[in-house]
């Protein structure tokens, strides 16, 4: 248990489905990422926020939306998404963007879009 | 900027043998390493991280790694493998300055795989 809880676990949806991803952490920290892990290749860095603020956008196609409504809580709202989409979407959370690095990461949502 | 390598996709043991998983890496500044674990269908668990200080790292579950700047390296090991140290392992790097302080770079990882 790191105190990253990411809802749901899995995920199927359609690719015309709107959903959302969720990540809360009650750690105190700073900083909220969005990483994709699609097999075979390296963890992706989507999104960063700082302070609520979104302070990293990685050229993230816009049918991935982020929310950052207050520091302990992280959305990934989804929408239009492609086959190619499906992969573990991993949450983190650190101190602030500025304290070593070290994350801490949820369990990760599995999304499979058909 | 920085990137880090992984050196072997995937590492075979045998249980009781030696572990070394290598990771080099890249960076224009004065660099944070980790290493992390991933069991199936988990996420990323810290298994130890170097900042600044001893070279020579302890993590969690028997596993160290040294940073060595002169070969710009920062290897994995542990002594002695076990059944349940099978998982995928990720080296990260990030830097501690200016726009690079919180941000990870990740290597590809390396499937372990012990044998009994």
């Known amino acids: 248990e790191t105190g990253v809880t990411q809802t749901p676990r899995h995920l199927v949806m359609g690719m015309t489905n709107k959903k959302s991803l969720k990540c809360e952490q009650h750690l105190g920290h700073n900083a909220m990422y969005w990483y994709k892990q699609s097999a075979k290749k390296p963890l992706e860095l989507m999104f960063v926020?700082?302070?609520?603020?979104?302070?990293e956008n990685n050229s993230v196609p816009s049918r991935f939306s982020p929310e950052c409504p207050n520091s302990s809580h992280l959305f990934l709202h989804l929408h239009t998404l492609q086959p190619e989409d499906s992969a573990l979407y991993l949450c983190a959370s650190s101190p602030s963007p500025g304290t070593g690095g070290q994350a801490f990461f949820g369990q990760g949502t599995r999304l499979t879009v058909v | 900027a920085q990137s880090v390598t992984q050196l072997g996709s995937h590492v075979s043991v045998s249980e009781g043998a030696l572990v070394l998983l290598r990771c080099n890496y890249s960076s224009s500044v004065p660099p944070y390493l980790f290493w992390y674990v991933q069991y199936p269908n988990q996420g990323l668990q810290l298994l130890l991280k170097y900042t600044t200080g001893a070279t020579l790292v302890k993590g969690i579950n028997g596993f160290e790694a040294e940073f060595k700047k002169s070969e710009t390296s920062f290897h994995l090991t542990k002594p002695s493998a076990h059944m349940s140290d099978a998982a995928e392992y990720f080296c990260?790097?990030?830097?501690?300055?200016?726009?690079?302080?919180?941000?990870?770079?990740f290597g590809r990882g390396t499937q372990l795989t012990v044998w009994p």
């Open positions: 990260a790097v990030s830097g501690n300055r200016g726009s690079t302080l919180g941000r990870l770079y």
């Open positions: 926020y700082s302070l609520e603020e979104r302070v």
